[in-house]
């Protein structure tokens, strides 16, 4: 066993005594043992366990551990506090800047107990007002999350989005192609994006691809009329070189996934597709186009044959923004900032608040008291900003049993209740799928919020059997949230068609905790697409008044 492999065991030791708030002397005894044995010139683990007593620094107690670990690979000190740490935990021992004083505030004050959590976190400034941290912090731990991310060749659409979209414009500008888009995932809208693809009707010559290799891309390899590279952030990226009769179908055939261009070409027979764009080849296979998103080889090809692919909803076509969080919880505006925001630089029609309920302790939820101070401050700024209207909701939580955080006296004085889990998210698909449905069955509430739970890239959901929980979606009318954080995108893109054709309407929430964060609601109108989402289907594409009547009649149920 190398010596830096017992020096890293050594110091997750020291690491999580102190996280267990054990003795500081041990801590710093072990943490000390760790550096002076990474600096040793010569193997530790050759040496007896009289001669590693000898070593300047350890002693019998930290060499017996270090004997232990050499010779059953295992500390017991060690496992014990293994098994009394989260494994997510462990994991943010890696992060940059995070101590182990900092990351039992994190566990033990904030609930938070993965990186993808934490992440999460750092994106709704929840550390801000914890103990140690500051806003510096709070960027300087998102960054060294996203640094962690990135090695994985994995990202966020949200992520690549600048990157992709000046990487296109750079190509315009210096290799000067006759055409060129974007392709592959970032054209189909995909949620995670595993590479830039990106197709230019130019010959690939030795002047272009100089000015390729001058970019500081990393380990740029030509393969036939293919450069394959990768950004400086870690993005792979891979040029296609076309001529322009190939176009068409290269468009087809670099954006679509792979069934969805293996079903197109068999129903092309053979046909012709020279010099032909990309509408012209879908109409010479007997189709309308289909849009770029919908290219999944899900069901776009049935739809498309019996004329009802839809119209796909665009973010111009929305309304309001609704499930939003101000200074009364864990926001970082106020209510009244938020709402104008929304009015003056959005020109939307209205805004929906949902605050945190009182079990979200972590993010200064609201109890019973504060509720009706707020909702006094929502009518005198009605008053203020009419005829913009300002909806009255909550993020209620919804609690183990599937029980909403509140009586039914307090939830009746909302506008609107968005439902959603936020604890215990560690359960099976029939615990979790019978707490959503107790939940959504509750005559208060409004929307699911979030349905799965799930992080992208860092969080899987809890497991829900989607098509019950839709379901009941559709017998209790409830609309589903899809959730437009990018590291959300929940309801998944693959149930919207689903939950369309059981009539349940679906309400594209950016979920935002500062003004910036109204922004995701066009990630949410992106996926909203992948899904065929059309206006008609969606819940804050609805007017003022037509939302008004929704929400009043979901009241007047409420007092059956």
């Known amino acids: 066993m190398e010596n830096k492999t017992i020096a890293r065991t050594l110091r997750l030791l020291s690491q999580l005594m102190e996280l267990h708030d054990e003795n500081p002397f041990k801590v710093r005894s072990i943490a000390n043992a760790a550096f002076k044995v990474d600096k040793l010139p010569y193997p530790i683990a050759d040496k007896t366990l009289d001669e590693i007593e000898q070593v300047d620094g350890l002693g019998k107690s930290i060499a017996s551990k270090i004997w232990e670990l050499v010779h059953s690979n295992a500390i017991a000190d060690l496992s014990d506090l293994l098994m009394r740490t989260t494994p997510g935990i462990v994991e943010m021992m890696k992060i940059k800047g995070l101590g182990p004083k900092k990351i039992r505030v994190i566990w033990k004050d904030l609930g938070i107990e993965n990186v993808g959590e934490l ?184 739809l498309a044959e019996a004329n009802s692919l839809p119209q796909l909803i665009q973010y111009s076509d929305l309304r309001g923004s609704l499930h939003n969080h101000s200074t009364w919880s864990d926001g970082i505006h106020t209510l009244e900032e938020m709402a104008l925001f929304c009015k003056n630089d959005l020109k939307l029609q209205y805004f929906g608040i949902c605050d945190h309920s009182k079990s979200a302790f972590y993010a200064n939820g609201l109890n019973e008291t504060r509720i009706a101070a707020q909702q006094r401050e929502i009518d005198e700024l009605n008053k203020k900003l009419s005829p913009f209207r300002i909806f009255k909701g909550i993020e209620s939580d919804i609690l183990y049993d599937g029980s909403l955080d509140y009586s039914n006296e307090v939830l009746s004085s909302f506008d609107f209740v968005v439902a959603s889990i936020h604890s215990i998210l560690n359960m099976n698909e029939e615990k979790a799928t019978e707490r959503l449905i107790k939940a959504i069955e509750n005559p208060y509430t409004t929307i699911l919020g979030h349905p799965t739970g799930r992080l992208l890239l860092s969080r899987s959901g809890y497991p829900i059997d989607h098509k019950k929980v839709i379901d009941a979606c559709a017998e209790n009318q409830v609309i589903i949230e899809i959730n437009a954080n990018p590291l959300r995108l929940d309801l998944d893109w693959r149930w919207h068609q689903y939950a369309i054709s059981k009539g349940v309407l679906l309400s594209i929430n950016p979920d935002a905790h500062r003004k910036e964060g109204f922004h995701d609601m066009k990630y949410g109108t992106l996926v909203a697409r992948k899904g065929g989402l059309a206006k008609e289907n969606c819940l804050n594409a609805m007017t003022l008044d037509q939302i008004s009547i929704l929400f009043e009649q979901k009241k007047k149920k409420q007092q059956l």
């Open 119 to 302: 992440y999460y976190a750092c994106n709704e400034n929840r550390l801000i007002e914890a103990k140690g941290f500051g806003l510096k912090t709070q960027e300087e731990i998102k960054k060294s999350i996203e640094f962690i991310m990135a090695s994985s060749g994995r990202f966020l659409y949200a992520q690549v989005e600048s990157i992709a979209e000046a990487i296109l414009e750079r190509l315009i500008s210096e290799i000067q192609p006759e055409f060129a888009f974007l392709t592959g995932q970032y054209r189909r809208k995909s949620e995670i994006i595993d590479s830039i693809d990106l197709l230019l009707v130019k010959e690939l010559d030795n002047i272009s691809l100089n000015k390729l290799e001058s970019w500081n891309f990393k380990g740029l390899e030509v393969i036939n009329n293919q450069i394959i590279a990768e950004t400086e952030q870690g993005i792979k990226i891979k040029l296609n070189f076309v001529k322009n009769a190939e176009l068409g179908w290269e468009l087809i055939s670099k954006t679509g996934n792979e069934e969805h261009v293996e079903t197109l070409k068999a129903m092309l027979q053979g046909a012709d597709w020279v010099g032909k764009s990309e509408s012209q080849i879908y109409e010479l296979a007997g189709l309308p186009f289909i849009e770029p998103e919908l290219r999944e080889g899900n069901n776009e090809f049935k």
